[in-house]
């Protein structure tokens, strides 16, 4: 039998001996791990550097799986609580009056600008949107699609050659739930159209998934688009493809519902909306750099992104009211590629949606509903446009209908 007391000195040794490796261990963390490389945010989610090659100064987040970079603040816009209590004591916001909106705006008459704007629409057959292609006034409107389908997200290349949009005119017919449509991507080729007045759409994407959301760079070289499968519809994915919906790549798999993304002019950047950090914020993916960059970071609701060819500026929506049932609190605010000098474009009590940005960023088209066309104190949504700084604003819409998710 072994002797017991014999034992019992190396027993004591080893009881020992943990702690001093354990303060050993601890003194290495100090002096190996740099300070600040380690940090919390306010949800508890770790942030990790270093940043990739080419993004903004930051730090690195493994946010559910997707390593995002968070930008330092430079202290500009909206975006805590407290922030925005003080913006709403505006006497704007504090109005108990309908406000005005008629005499604020010019009406647009001239294409000064030669723009091809293409809208969804359901002006020629009510309850059925179809795809329409117009200028800068209004005017000079063609219809692109004709189907008994529901046809959305339009979106045109730099020189006009192909009119991209998602329709679910190849469903099954008998599938009378718009919410188990199986949608795809189409696009019109416009030399054909012109041509001959109308042309047969080219489909892209072919499979039993729901697609929507599309947008393409200016040569139609690259396109991105949201995949929603039905199996899963809480968790579409964002994709990344060639113009002909070739060599698809995820980019984005994370809490995209109600996400709309919108690719540069020049191909090389995608902005969308995401749940991410459990705050709907704006995102940046950069393609050549492979990284993702959180451009807003901030607790107030923001949707809707657009970008302009070069990717210096990105203009969305704020829900200054919290929810998207409070309408009249959705105001247009830009900032640049690496989320500084968020500024706030619009400031009035109109819903102010789905703005497009011309290729230099100076000029935004966007949707509105500060027009009373029938004098029943009914504001009717309109299509507007004016400069990155919310002046010289003119009306585009010469009609009530319904018009909106306008592209140039």
């Known amino acids: 039998m072994a002797d017991l007391k014999q034992t019992q ?6 009881f020992w001996l943990f702690p001093v490796l354990l303060v050993v261990v601890i003194i290495a963390i100090a002096i190996f791990v ?51 209590v003080a913006l709403l004591q505006d006497p704007i916001y504090q109005s108990e009056e309908d406000p005005i909106g008629e005499g604020t705006y010019g009406e647009s008459t001239t294409n000064l600008h030669n723009w091809q704007i293409v809208v969804r629409s359901d002006m020629e057959a009510e309850g059925n949107s179809d795809i329409y292609l117009l200028d800068e006034t209004g005017y000079n409107i063609t219809r692109l699609t004709t189907w008994d389908s529901v046809e959305s997200f339009p979106a045109i290349t730099g020189d006009g050659s192909r009119v991209y949009f998602v329709s679910d005119r190849d469903d099954d017919p008998n599938n009378s739930n718009p919410f188990t449509k199986n949608t795809e991507i189409y696009y019109i080729d416009m030399a054909n159209f012109r041509a001959n007045g109308t042309a047969e759409p080219v489909r892209l994407t072919y499979n039993n998934e729901t697609d929507y959301g599309v947008s393409v760079s ?37 809490r995209l519902k109600n996400s709309i993304p919108k690719i540069s002019g020049n191909g090389k950047y995608v902005v969308y909306n995401s749940f991410l950090d459990g705050e709907m914020d704006i995102y940046l993916y950069d393609v050549d750099g492979d990284f993702t960059v959180n451009l807003t970071n901030s607790d107030i609701p923001e949707y809707f992104p657009t970008i302009n060819f070069d990717g210096s500026v990105i203009v969305y929506e704020k829900l200054l009211g919290i929810t998207p049932q409070t309408e009249d609190l959705i105001e247009l605010f830009a900032c640049n590629r690496d989320g500084s000098n968020e500024r706030q474009i619009t400031m009035n009590r109109f819903a102010d949606t789905f703005p497009t940005l011309s290729d230099d960023g100076q ?21 507007f446009y004016m400069d990155i700084n919310g002046q010289n604003l003119m009306k585009i819409t010469k009609d009530p209908f319904y018009q909106e998710q306008p592209d140039m």
């Open 9 to 14: 000195p190396e027993r004591d040794e080893l």
């Open 34 to 84: 740099k300070p600040g490389s380690f940090k919390l945010t306010p949800a508890g989610t770790s942030h990790v550097g270093p940043v990739p090659a080419g993004a903004p100064t930051g730090q690195l987040s493994a946010v559910a799986g997707e390593n995002v970079v968070i930008p330092v603040g430079d202290g500009t816009g909206i975006k805590n609580g407290e922030q925005l």
């Open 218 to 254: 200016n040569d139609g070289s690259r396109m991105v688009y949201i995949s929603q499968t039905k199996t899963n519809p809480e968790n579409p994915v964002l994709i990344l493809a060639d113009g002909d919906a070739n060599n698809g790549k995820v980019i984005a798999d994370t």
């Open 363 to 383: 000029w935004i088209v966007f949707v509105s509903k500060r027009w009373d066309f029938s004098g029943d104190n009914h504001d009717d949504e309109a299509m």
